[in-house]
């Protein structure tokens, strides 16, 4: 069984007489986990009705550009944004050359040049509408953009002719669907996040903080979804919306953090944690507000626990990641985290005066990383959190592959030697 577990599949179907074959594709999309809208061309509805793939896909039909209510509902723009992937199956010669062309005058091909996740299309047509010279042109420009085409098939037509233009099975189709994603799958594993600062109380109106704006582990809670994890996300206090599918639990001092992380590890896969948790917190909290007497004040702190070490010292088989902010010796610095604390990947950064580019790196949309790991690393360039949150899950999806590989194997070695 193929794993689209929380992916958004927008499928386009298009005036084909094999657009009935869509129903079968839409059913299959949806047992392999996935969430289908479903928008049809005008030539489609000639063919099948929307409402046959309403009920299939559990979700309105789209079908207009041009609509003052559907703009205003769920817009090309939106519908475009949803969508992990864009599937047009059956896609007709018509579809093809308007995509090649970069048209924009029906709801899929605006869709389709508004979005930049990945398209793919299962063409079907008459065999000699897919000979046609037109055609093919239009195929080879598409592929050369990065369009994925599958099929078509060959065989009978529903014509009554023989060759190639059939659309292709529908299993074909997810499976290869289900391929895009599995570079950089987390299907089926449990991740805990950290994100954001926490807060020291000094009194009941006043703490120490830190600058972390928690884009970072927010980025990466939203990528880890998009690679079929289950994303617990443990949040110190940030303007930030939740990540959808992600299950979020506020907390805000380092010990509410610690608590919480406790009682949810136990059940995941992989913990990263990005939250920039406060070294120190005052010994007192004092109950009522701190007066404005003294020329000076002196605040007593003690260490917090580090919880990312507690964490792997306890769950030793959980894979960690550590985040590591620095002002300079980022390599250093992080290296030896690494080693301290005995977790298996750390992601480092520069922050403060040095980190020009990334205009010190806090709130700011922009960061650029060091990946390091026994015996490894990689630089992950300047570019946008979103985008390093996503290469980064994909890293982390790799090294925790061939992490499961090694202590499954270690294991197996033990329990040969015990018996
Ligand atoms: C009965 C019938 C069957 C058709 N089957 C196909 C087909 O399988 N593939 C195709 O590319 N066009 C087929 N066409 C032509 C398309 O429906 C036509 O080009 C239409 O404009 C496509 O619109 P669309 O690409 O906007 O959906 C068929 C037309 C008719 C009348």
Request: aromatic share 6%.
């Amino acid at each position: 069984m193929q794993h689209l577990t929380n992916k958004r599949v927008l499928l386009g179907v298009t005036g084909s007489i094999a657009a009935y074959k869509a129903a079968d594709v839409i059913r299959r999309l949806r047992d392999a986990g996935a969430e289908v809208k479903v928008v049809m061309t005008d030539g489609a509805k000639a063919f099948v009705t929307p409402l046959t793939f309403q009920a299939l896909s559990a979700s309105p039909v789209y079908e207009n550009l041009l609509d003052k209510e559907a703009e205003a509902a769920m817009g090309h723009i939106e519908l475009a944004r949803w969508a992990d992937v864009i599937l047009i199956a059956p896609a007709s010669a018509n579809s093809l050359a308007s995509l090649a062309q970069g048209r924009a005058d029906e709801l899929l091909n605006a869709i389709c040049l508004a979005s930049d996740v990945p398209l793919a299309v299962a063409p079907a047509m008459n065999k000699h509408m897919w000979a046609d010279p037109a055609t093919q042109d239009n195929v080879r420009l598409l592929a050369q953009r990065g369009v994925l085409f599958i099929g078509p098939d060959s065989g009978e037509q529903a014509c009554g002719d023989i060759g190639e233009g059939r659309m292709i099975d529908s299993e074909t189709i997810i499976s290869r669907i289900a391929e895009l994603f599995s570079v950089g799958s987390l299907s089926g594993l449990t991740v805990v996040i950290t994100a954001g600062p926490t807060r020291e109380a000094l009194d009941p109106v006043r703490y120490l903080s830190n600058h972390s704006s928690g884009k970072m582990g927010y980025a990466i809670a939203e990528a880890a979804v998009e690679a079929g994890a289950k994303v617990i996300l443990v949040s110190g206090p940030v303007s930030l919306e939740s990540p959808d599918r992600v299950q979020r639990i506020n907390v805000e001092s380092a010990a509410d953090m610690e608590a919480v992380v406790k009682e949810q590890v136990g059940a995941a896969d992989i913990f990263v944690a990005t939250a920039a948790v406060a070294d120190y917190r005052p010994v007192t909290v004092q109950q009522d507000k701190i007066k404005k007497k003294e020329e000076r004040l002196t605040i007593e702190l003690e260490k917090n626990t580090d919880i990312l070490a507690t964490v792997k010292a306890e769950y030793t088989k959980t894979f960690c990641v550590g985040f590591a902010a620095e002002t300079q010796n980022v390599e250093t610095y992080a290296r030896t985290k690494l080693e301290q604390k005995n977790i298996e990947m750390i992601v480092a950064n520069l922050v403060g005066p040095l980190a020009k580019k990334t205009a010190g790196t806090f709130n700011s949309d922009l960061n650029e990383l060091n990946v390091y790991w026994q015996g490894g690393e990689v630089k992950l360039e300047l570019a946008s959190k979103t985008k390093l949150a996503r290469q980064l899950i994909a890293l982390i999806s790799q090294r925790f592959s061939l992490y499961k590989t090694n202590t499954d194997n270690k294991n197996n070695i033990i329990s040969l030697k015990s018996h």
